[in-house]
């Protein structure tokens, strides 16, 4: 990448955020990958406080509603602006090729399209998942850190040879459990398809299995190994269906097939759809598992704001003005589809959510008074891409069975309830800041995932029942826990990885 773009990308990292610092990524690995896969910093610098202002003056027009911009003090006001650019979303952007100015839109489509706009978005550039190589030979690794110092090493091995053939000071590398406890993470999940194929569909329909965003493939094959050689009645009336976004993925997990003789063998059962679950349009009306793991945390959520006074939800904008920089703003109309979210949940939940502020009015009515006191709540975060996935299952997968893993928190997130980490690494460093508003595509946003509200939307939108659990208790029931035993008897498969958990169609 050429020195200009970097030189842009940390004018607005800094632009937005003066006290943010890059912090040692390798240094903090070991800790680091046991509460998340992308190596988050131990220590996020705080964002000076912020004031919302109420109004910021707007032009009186026919219809003006009484939108609230969100600003740092001394900010500009862009009312007229906000007026005057028009409306776009994330689906408008995907046609264009270098970064909207002068619109407005969602916070949802603003995330969207910085993640996967096709042309400039974060999974349109060389995400690379790390890959240990070799299986971890656990029974021979004294203790927990000894595996840490192992991972470590693998993990500076693999960059030094992708640097060797193309030096990338940019590069965005992941880690995922699939990979770090492979093969024994797939056959753990093989073994919970195999026991719940066998006891409810097996012999009458065929072992269908479809996997959003599979990575490097490396599930796939896991899985499939293990029903060959554990199953094989079953394994010739398997089929794998993936389904992934990124065109770069989808080849090299058509290559992970074709990589040796042994995976040469599933090729005729697997099938590679390279779209993304939202462009999803063909009713499979058979019964079939489907696999998400580590998926959700990139869906776009909306961001929501309360009025202290009234409990009355706005919705967030995002302005790019004429520099391509950024301004919130929140409107108190909301779209369909955060309403619908906001209606769903209170039905589901019986009204038992989190909200990010205080339940007690006289409480808020005491911090309001203090100087510089907002009008508005922080903001929360809403999942309105997961609502809208659980109706793609609901209407094209009517009698599937989900199986999904994700982060119930993250650490470091940006300020607000259910609020996303929102990072990027340069030359090896994490470089963390305090807001989703950063320039589009050279950031991952992810999101925890709060799964007693998840569980009860699911619930609610596909009528079926489901069981949650974290996930040292999911690999505790499924995984052959020998295997991923280190000498001191510690296991990290269950001790790695204690801030994600599982949820199972039951
Ligand atoms: C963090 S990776 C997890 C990969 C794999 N499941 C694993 O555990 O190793 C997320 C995967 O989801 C894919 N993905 C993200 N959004 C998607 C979407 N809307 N539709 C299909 N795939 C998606 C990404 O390209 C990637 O393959």
């Not at 027009?61 to 003090?73: A, C, G, I, M």
């Not at 995400?127 to 693998?154: K, L, W, Y």
């Not at 097996?202 to 599979?214: F, K, S, V, W």
Request: proline share 7%; aromatic share 12%.
């Amino acid at each position: 990448m050429d020195s200009p773009v970097l030189a842009r990308v940390f004018r607005q990292l800094f632009r937005h955020h003066p006290s943010c610092r890059a912090h040692r990524n390798l240094a903090a690995l070991s800790f680091c990958i046991q509460h998340g896969r992308r190596q988050p910093r131990r220590h996020m610098a705080s964002s000076p406080r912020q004031t919302v202002t109420r109004g910021a003056k707007p032009k009186p027009k026919p219809n003006e509603s009484d939108w609230q911009q969100r600003t740092e003090l001394f900010s500009l006001d862009m009312a007229d602006q906000y007026h005057d650019y028009p409306m776009v979303t994330a689906d408008d952007l995907r046609r264009t090729r270098s970064r909207p100015r002068q619109v407005k839109m969602l916070m949802r489509d603003f995330i969207e399209d910085s993640l996967y706009n096709p042309h400039y978005g974060y999974f349109s550039k060389q995400v690379v998942i790390f890959s240990p190589g070799e299986p971890f030979d656990f029974n021979s690794i004294p203790n927990e850190p000894s595996f840490h110092a192992q991972v470590g090493q693998r993990y500076t091995e693999f960059e030094d040879k992708l640097d060797a053939i193309t030096h990338d000071d940019t590069r965005q590398l992941w880690h995922t459990p699939t990979e770090l406890f492979r093969p024994y993470y797939g056959e753990a999940i093989a073994r919970y398809l195999m026991s719940n194929y066998i006891m409810s569909g097996y012999p009458y329909h065929d072992l269908i299995i479809y996997e959003m965003g599979a990575g490097r493939g490396t599930l796939m094959l896991n899985i499939l190994d293990y029903i060959r050689d554990m199953e094989p009645d079953i394994y010739h009336r398997t089929q794998y269906r993936i389904i992934e976004i990124s065109p770069q993925l989808a080849d090299m997990q058509a290559n992970q097939l074709l990589s040796s003789a042994a995976s040469k063998g599933h090729a005729s059962k697997v099938e590679i759809i390279n779209k993304s679950i939202f462009d999803w349009d063909v009713r499979v009306p058979s019964p079939c598992f489907f696999l998400g793991m580590e998926v959700f945390d990139n869906f776009a959520h909306d961001a929501i704001r309360y009025d202290l006074n009234t409990e009355q939800p706005l919705q967030g904008m995002v302005l790019i003005d004429d520099n391509g920089d950024f301004h919130e703003f929140y409107e108190p109309e909301l779209d369909p589809v955060a309403a619908r979210y906001l209606r769903v949940r209170n039905a589901a939940t019986n009204g038992r959510y989190p909200v990010p502020y205080s339940s007690s009015r006289i409480i808020r009515q005491l911090k309001q008074a203090r100087p510089f006191a907002p009008n508005l709540s922080d903001p929360e975060y809403i999942p309105t891409r997961l609502m809208q996935f659980f109706d793609i299952l609901e209407r094209y997968f009517p009698a599937h069975r989900l199986l999904t893993s994700d982060f119930h928190t993250l650490p470091d997130a940006v300020r607000g309830m259910n609020s996303p980490v929102v990072q990027t690494r340069y030359q090896r460093r994490m470089v963390p800041v305090s807001t989703p508003l950063v320039h589009q595509g050279y950031f991952d946003i992810l999101f925890p995932t709060d799964f007693r509200v998840m569980e009860s939307v699911y619930r609610a939108i596909t009528g079926k029942l489901t069981r949650v659990m974290t996930h040292e208790e999911y690999f505790r029931d499924w995984a052959y826990l020998d295997d991923t035993e280190t000498r001191s008897g510690e296991n990290p498969l269950l001790s790695w990885y204690k801030n994600a958990s599982v949820m199972v169609t039951i």
